[in-house]
């Protein structure tokens, strides 16, 4: 299958301006923006920078680091195994994962993996990007981890360790017990005509990859628990995931490389209500299930430091119209199903407007919706959303 042809020269055009606005006036320096409506790709476009050190432009195959973005396919994956009656929410971890039931982690469930209500959002002591491309080496880690509270009890938001959890759930639970990697390809992306989006890059690819711009280092607390969820050893820069092993390794939760064209597929499944160009992966009763919060949303999450609209099936929901990131740039539809990254790729599916956005870029920067705000006028110009 192929994807779909963009929409019209007028629609691309005001899109394209609002990217010249982003990198003109908001410092951004490559990007690419992609939007489906009522499962048709109107918006494909794209400008800027992919590598400033050899001056490559972006163009609408360039792929991205995208971060957490991939948590979105992540959890689809999963979702896609309860459809078929392979994995209960409700079920502990360790019904399908026996090793998981160490250290007090013996009733946490699907759903507390889901919500970021595990316990388990550190990595693991001497984690190292070489160990971290360790799939194996990592799943063993967790299934022996301590929880830092009793799973479901408080949220904390999984930066990286919920990728693995849900990805090793997704393999237990599958028949050919397939490396996630492929389980993804193979259910998610062939059957929908997603050519560009990985979790664990091909060799033939990597030329494509824009180079990720560091953002200013901010001088913070070490003991802040954000560092126990991503230590620096292992932080979303250049210097990590631009590494040959950590691109071509399984890193569920955060490890996501795509361009806009694809993730805005993704999330048009999503926005259709599970099925697109007559395939369906999932029920819409299921689909409409997913804009469910987690509990305590309005009490600030103990990673992040701030409450944050986490739904119960492993996505962020709209509905809270604020500065903070990403709730102003996708809308105050509580329905809206999101997932932001580190530096601020993000996409999402709003299933009311039948509406899925995706939004690319390689500059890591503290302040994405500021540097969006273009793109952002755009939606509401031309689809009218709110």
């Not at 195994?81 to 013996?106: H, S, V």
């Not at 469910?292 to 999450?301: C, E, G, I, S, V």
Request: one cysteine or more; charged letters at 20%.
């Amino acid at each position: 299958m192929t994807a779909p042809t963009p929409g019209s020269a007028l629609l691309n055009n005001v899109f394209k301006a609002a990217v010249d606005v982003a990198i003109r006036e908001h410092g951004e320096l490559g990007l690419q923006v992609a939007v489906y409506h009522c499962g048709e790709l109107v918006v494909d476009v794209c400008a800027g920078i992919a590598d400033e050190t050899t001056g490559r432009k972006v163009d609408r195959d360039t792929l991205f680091a995208c971060f957490s973005v991939i948590k979105a396919v992540t959890a689809t994956a999963l979702h896609i195994q309860a459809e078929r009656g392979l994995i209960d929410y409700e079920k502990p971890i360790a019904a399908y994962w026996p090793e998981f039931a160490a250290q007090g982690k013996d009733r946490a469930t699907i759903r507390d993996a889901l919500s970021h209500r595990l316990g388990i959002p550190q990595m693991p002591d001497g984690v190292t990007p070489e160990l971290m491309s360790n799939y194996d080496w990592m799943v063993d880690k967790l299934a022996k981890m301590t929880p830092r509270f009793e799973p479901g009890s408080d949220n904390a938001y999984m930066c990286y360790t919920f990728g693995w959890v849900i990805a090793e759930c997704v393999r237990r639970t599958d028949p050919s017990r397939r490396p996630f990697g492929q389980f993804v390809q193979d259910e998610i992306c062939t059957p929908l005509g997603i050519t560009d989006l990985w979790i664990g890059i091909p060799d033939g690819v990597e030329c494509r990859i824009a180079r990720i711009k560091n953002s200013a280092p901010r001088e913070l607390p070490p003991e802040l628990p954000i560092f126990a969820a991503i230590p620096p050893q292992v932080a979303t820069i250049e210097e990590v995931f631009g590494r040959g092993d950590v691109r071509r390794s399984c890193n569920p939760g955060a490890n996501g490389i795509m361009n806009a064209r694809s993730a805005a597929r993704l999330f048009a499944l999503l926005a259709n209500g599970g099925s697109l160009d007559g395939i369906r992966l999932l029920s819409e009763e299921r689909v409409r299930s997913f804009s469910t919060p987690r509990r305590d949303t309005d009490l600030p999450d103990t990673i992040l430091g701030f409450p944050v609209r986490v739904g119960t099936s492993g996505f962020w929901l709209g509905g809270d119209v604020t500065d903070e990131y990403p709730y102003r740039l996708v809308g105050e539809n509580p329905r809206t199903l999101c997932h932001p990254g580190a530096g601020g790729s993000i996409g999402w599916a709003d299933p009311d407007e039948n509406l899925a956005v995706a939004i690319c870029h390689n500059r890591m920067t503290h302040a994405p919706s500021e540097a969006f705000a273009p793109i952002r006028s755009a939606l509401e110009q031309v689809f009218g959303v709110s």
